[in-house]
């Protein structure tokens, strides 16, 4: 097992350093010249010129981006051309909302997605499996912002029992900073009005986010049952008499569930990305609503920070999904050696 991860870590380092090179570039390449950017448009070119000069724009491409990689080495990414503060103290800053956001939205999405396709696959071609695959298919297919819309529509403007955008509560503020997580937080330093606060301006968001992730992960888990039903084992288990419940939702699912849990690793960078939209709507302080801010601005070191924290957690999720995977089939560490 440690051979399998270790192998997976080293397999994810590549694919960092290859981001980090492509970010640079592309941020290169893109028109727009972030001294202007920052200088304003009343700027004179000499302005513009020491604004280029103090950023170390002015340097030769391949010195620029040697001095980006030595920074990213060190944790160091500079200083956010549009706000002056360190790149890295924003981005701490707003990692936990997005973290927050995301692993709810997984969770809704992975507790809910699994006994859909479990039921559907159970209940194969009938009422149920119709019914679910509709669901999986609307689900892929709306629009993120759209049903944001909707929902603070129906129940934030018409209803009015869920916040309508933000974090928390103005009054009640966040709790004293631990982990970041506002939940968490709240729980840790005993404030349960904050936490309860906490909840219910994540419900919006996490649900609006969760949606694509939900179908996709029904639609795999379906797919996952109903391969594993035609297998020789739940015929011999039927024959021995084992339970309807036991068979289905402990051997059947766990060798279904393979190929869903490898889709909930690649599902949390869609996550990721899809909370772009969802951020800027909701006024949700995270990194989606800093990268928009950062793309509007040009400001390319947050940009290239953004890119690379979500590069380094998505890295991460998928080498802990990996294990996941190995702990319930230990045959998919095996097949590595």
């Not at 700027?43 to 103090?54: F, Y």
């Not at 994540?202 to 391969?227: K, N, Y």
């Not at 699912?253 to 909930?264: D, E, F, G, K, Y």
């Not at 390319?300 to 294990?323: R, S």
Request: aromatic content about 8%; glycine content about 8%.
């Amino acid at each position: 097992m440690a051979r399998y991860v270790l192998r997976r870590v080293l397999l994810a380092l590549p694919a960092l350093f290859g981001l980090v090179l492509l970010t640079f570039v592309l941020t290169r390449v893109i028109p727009g010249d972030p001294a202007a950017a920052l200088a304003g448009d009343s700027a004179t070119p000499a302005q513009i010129a020491e604004i280029r000069v103090k950023y170390g724009l002015d340097r030769p491409i391949l010195e620029q981006a040697l001095v980006h990689i030595r920074q990213v080495l060190t944790g160091d990414f500079g200083r956010s051309i549009f706000s002056g503060r360190p790149v890295t103290e924003e981005i701490a800053q707003r990692l936990p909302a997005t973290l927050e956001l995301t692993f709810a939205a997984l969770f809704l999405a992975t507790v809910i997605g699994i006994p859909l396709g479990l039921v559907a696959a159970l209940n194969h071609n009938g009422p149920v499996d119709q019914l679910v695959r509709l669901l999986s298919v609307g689900g892929l297919a709306i629009a993120s912002f759209w049903l944001a819309l909707m929902l603070q529509l129906v129940f934030a403007m018409d209803l009015d029992i869920l916040p309508l955008r933000g974090r928390v509560d103005v009054d009640l503020g966040l709790p004293p900073t631990v982990t970041g997580l506002a939940t968490i937080d709240s729980l840790l330093a005993g404030r349960f009005d904050q936490f309860r606060d906490a909840i219910w301006h994540l419900v919006l968001p996490a649900v609006t986010l969760c949606l694509p992730g939900l179908a996709s992960i029904a639609r795999f888990t379906r797919s996952g049952m109903l391969e594993a039903l035609q297998k020789d084992f739940v015929l011999y288990a039927r024959a021995a008499g084992y339970g309807s419940f036991r068979l289905y939702t402990i051997y059947v699912l766990r060798n279904a569930v393979t190929a869903t849990v490898t889709q909930i690793g690649l599902l949390f960078g869609a996550l990721i990305s899809g909370a772009v939209a969802v951020e800027a709507i909701y006024d949700w302080p995270g990194l989606g609503t800093y990268a928009v801010q950062a793309i509007v601005t040009a400001d390319y070191k947050a940009l290239l920070a953004v890119t690379l924290v979500v590069g380094v957690v998505y890295a991460v999720v998928n080498v802990l999904v990996d294990l996941a995977q190995a702990l319930i089939d230990p045959r998919v560490a095996e097949d590595v050696r």
